[in-house]
C-alpha cells in the first residue's frame, strides 16, 4: 500500500512538473528534485530526477526542434563537457548550503549589474561559460536553478527559441548528470528501480505534451514577465533552502 502510495505521488508529481516546465522551461525541475529528495536516498533521487528530466527535455527540444539556436547550443555543450571532464577527474565537492545560497543570490545580483555585466547568452563568450557553470552545479545539487534562466532572460530570442535551446542543453546536462552519479561515482546504494524510471520518463512525456498548446497561446511579454517572477521566487528558495541548511 505504501509502495503505491509512492509511485501515485511520485507520478502525479513528474506529470505536473513537466507541463510546467513545457511552458515556462523553469521551476518544474526545482519542485520534482524537492519531492524525490523527501521520498528516497540522494543518489537514487540525483538517478531518477536525472532520467525523468532527460526525457522532458528532449521531448521539448524535439517538439520545438525547428527553434534551437544552434549557435547557443555549440557554446554550452562545450561548456558542459569542459565541466563534465573537471568534476570526473577532481572528484569536485562543495558543501551543499553554499551553493543553494549562491543559486538564491544568482538573480539579485544579476539585476543589479551594470549592463555590460550582464549575463546573455547573446554575448560571444557567454553560451560556454552557461554551460560551464550550469552543468557543474547540476553535478554539485542536482539543479541548475534560476542560473540558467538568467543567461537567457535578456536575450533576443522569442519564446519558442528560448524553451527549445534550454531543453537542448538541459538534455546534455542531465545526461551528463545520469552519467556521473550512475557511472563515473559508481553509487549503487538505493538503486533505481528501472521500470518505475521508465513509466515516469513516459509520464514527463505526456505532461510536456499538454504544455505546448499553453505555450503557443502565450505571448513574448507574458512569457518574459512569468520566467522573471518565477526566476526571482526561485532564487528567494534556494537562499532560505542554503540559510536553513546551515542553521
Known sequence: MAHAMTFGVLALAVLSTSFISGIL???GGMILMGILLLMMPLSSAMMLHGVVQMASNAWRAWLWRQHIDWRILRGTALGAVV????FSVLQLSVSVPLVLIALGLTPFISYVLPAKLQLNVDKPQHPFTCGVVCVALQLLSGVSGPLLDIYFLRSRLDRRAVIATKAAFQTIGHS??????GVLLARNQGSTEWWMAAVMMALAVVGTTLSRGVLERMSDTDFRSWTRKVVTAAGVYYLASGVWAFV
Do not use: D, E, Q, S
Open 25 to 27: 522551461g523553469i521551476a
Open 176 to 181: 551528463f548528470k545520469i552519467l556521473y552519479f
Open 83 to 86: 565541466a563534465l571532464a573537471a
